[in-house]
């Protein structure tokens, strides 16, 4: 009795080694279509779990989330868009000085920014908008930040990617008047540094920008156009080129990064 019980142990554990290689060699066999099946199954079990884990508390995220006040979860939004945008500033400046020296082709800066750059990066003020002019098809901003912050008259305005939209025309004690270069009534030198080449351009109000150039020069659209005063910050980019043969020059458009239905960040190099 003691000897046939002892042989159906044995052949109990074939059978099950058996059973094993072959689930192990179907499983190898077709290992996508069951990562594709099983994926979706354990993903969530497994994200729920690391959340867990990592709040170090035995407590879900979600739970967590769900009893934190509002505001300072949008105040952490805020910050960390904040860090993002100063971050792509000094990345679009990075750009520019690299590109410029690659090509040994000095760059006119300005001097603030020379300073900025000497003393290990950008020294930015932050400023918010306050009142739009709307009267003006936005030709005027008041900003945040005055004489008590170290802001003067002409210090170019610019936004996220270091793209230059406006100048600071009237300093009060706590607020600015920003001039937007896109007003109707401004005109700014521009650079195209792709044919080397100096453009007016004419604002035509809400972040666009004309230029009425010789047919002589090349423009195309998708081209950057740089502010001649400071030709690491862009102005825009050309968005349409139009070349009518009973004209005597080209014109072409550009768009600015200013657009008046966005709540922008505006800042100033300081000095």
């Not at 896109?182 to 080397?196: A, F, H, L, T, Y």
């Not at 090349?218 to 080129?241: H, R, Y």
Request: hydrophobic share 35%; aromatic share 10%; net charge negative.
């Amino acid at each position: 009795m003691t000897y046939r019980s002892a042989r159906s142990k044995d052949k109990g554990k074939h059978i099950k080694t058996s059973v094993l290689v072959f689930c192990v060699l179907i499983l190898s066999l077709f290992w996508k279509p069951t990562q594709d099946f099983l994926y979706p199954v354990f993903s969530p079990v497994l994200s729920t779990y690391v959340a867990i884990r990592d709040t170090g508390t035995g407590i879900p995220h979600a739970v967590i989330a769900y009893f934190t006040d509002r505001n300072t979860y949008e105040n952490k939004i805020t910050n960390l868009e904040e860090q993002i945008e100063y971050l792509e500033n000094e990345l679009a400046y990075a750009h520019v000085l690299t590109d410029s020296f690659e090509e040994g082709i000095p760059l006119d800066t300005g001097t603030t920014t020379e300073l900025n750059t000497l003393s290990g990066g950008l020294s930015t003020l932050k400023l918010y908008p306050i009142i739009k002019d709307k009267t003006t098809i936005y030709n005027t901003i008041l900003v945040s930040g005055g004489f008590d912050d170290g802001i003067e008259e002409g210090m170019v305005v610019y936004v996220r990617g270091y793209e230059a939209v406006g100048y600071i025309a009237k300093v009060h004690k706590s607020s600015s008047v920003v001039n937007l270069f896109s007003s109707g009534n401004e005109e700014i030198n521009g650079v195209i540094k792709d044919i080397d080449t100096s453009l007016i351009l004419f604002g035509d109000g809400g972040g666009a920008y004309r230029i009425e150039a010789p047919k002589s020069v090349d423009l195309a659209v998708g081209q950057k156009v740089f502010l001649a005063e400071n030709q690491s910050m862009i102005l825009g980019t050309i968005v349409e080129v139009t070349d009518d043969p009973q004209d005597t020059f080209t014109r072409a458009y550009v768009r600015g990064a200013y657009n008046p239905n966005r709540a922008h960040i505006f800042y100033v190099d300081s000095k």
